[in-house]
């Protein structure tokens, strides 16, 4: 019995969002710089389910899955314009495609080499997407093919961002070495990526007509995809296809959908009550006894992304920095590529950082859904 009733809706509602907004703030600390603020929430959710605090199965966790996971996925792609970054990105797009043909390489090694039993499919949806997209694709892929094995999903996520982390310090580190550097004919003296090609706006005061607006407009796109995935008669096409809607709309009517700077911080906060729920419904002990055999299937999806990456850069002459960036765009997505890229002195990549970022959001569901398709 936890101490709020499963069918206390309101109490619910209560803890889990002022636990979001408690998670949002502490991410600005040095305490949340060095923590993912995913995982901080997650253990949030394991600490409060498994101190009877809250129980897992009520009707709030429920609404969060199947409600707000699709509205979160079109919110996160409102900046998904193709024209723009097609158009701006050159070798760090190209980068950017080299590494996921690793992470998708990577996921079918990991699949021949590791016993991962029941849930095969689902890992292999769910990494794969993550490894492309980042953390929103592993969420909006994990709800399309209605992977509901809380203690599973939580120790992958985990996996995720520990072995995704270790990874961005391998990144930040290869400049620093010499035969790699060498390889590439890279010059860390060199100002040629000083220059920056964009100015990044500041961004626009929150207001509140443009966050309705928002909402509304990723309710009307679920309810058209819903409609469109019935009438193919499977269901997790829906991702899919709210996907495809989401990006041409950004691609084609930019300059409207562009303006709506609120979804995407709607969006995150979403996705962190999702992740909420799959923490208060996470079983400890099987989590831990998943969590080794799944950190080592993301090291190898991430060693053959890397491999694959540098030896494609290498023949068709991508520079190392751009290489970099876009693994960092494709694995941890757009404001750690982005800060990395400035962060390395690389301002003129910040931008390519973001846009890159931004269309694996689009690409990982497909990808994802691929695998899951093939093997289930």
Known sequence: MSLILADNDFAMWAIMLLLVALVLRLEKTHLGQKVSGTIMIILAGVTLAN?????????????????????????????????????ECG????????????????????????????FEAELAA??????IGGSANFVGVANAIDFTEGSVMAASIAADNVVGVSFMALLIAIPSMQF???????????????????????????AIERAVLSLGVAFFVVVVSDVLSV?????????????????????????????LTEAFP???????????????????????????????????????HLVTL?????????????????SNACILGPPTAAAMAGALGW??????????????????????????????
């Open 347 to 376: 301002k003129s990549l910040v931008t390519p950082a973001i846009l890159c970022g931004t269309l694996g959001y689009a690409m990982a569901n497909f990808i994802g859904i691929t695998f899951f398709g093939i093997l289930s």
């Open 180 to 206: 790699i550097a060498k390889k590439f004919s890279y010059d860390p003296t060199s100002n040629k990526y000083d220059n920056v090609t964009e100015v990044i706006k500041d961004e626009k005061p929150f």
């Open 231 to 259: 009438m193919l008669g499977y269901p997790p096409a829906r991702l899919l296809i709210l996907t495809a809607i989401t990006v041409m709309m950004a691609t084609f009517a930019h300059e409207r959908i562009g303006k």
């Open 51 to 87: 101190f009877n605090i809250i129980s897992a199965s009520n009707n709030v966790f429920s609404t969060i899955n199947t409600t707000g996971v699709p509205i979160a996925i079109v919110l996160l792609l409102f900046n998904a314009n193709l024209k723009k970054i097609f158009k």
């Open 310 to 326: 540098l030896i494609l850069c290498k023949i068709f002459k991508i520079g190392l920095p751009e290489a970099i960036v876009g």
């Open 126 to 131: 769910t990494f794969s997407a993550t490894f």
């Open 266 to 304: 709607i969006g995150i906060a979403i996705m962190y009550l999702f992740l909420g729920a799959v923490g208060a419904s996470v079983d400890i002990m099987t989590m831990l006894e998943s969590g080794m055999l799944l950190a080592l299937f993301a090291v190898i999806i991430l060693s053959v």
């Open 91 to 118: 070798p760090t797009l190209i980068a950017f495609i080299f590494g996921a043909i690793g992470t998708t390489l990577g996921t079918i090694i990991g699949l021949k080499m590791l016993p991962l039993g029941e």
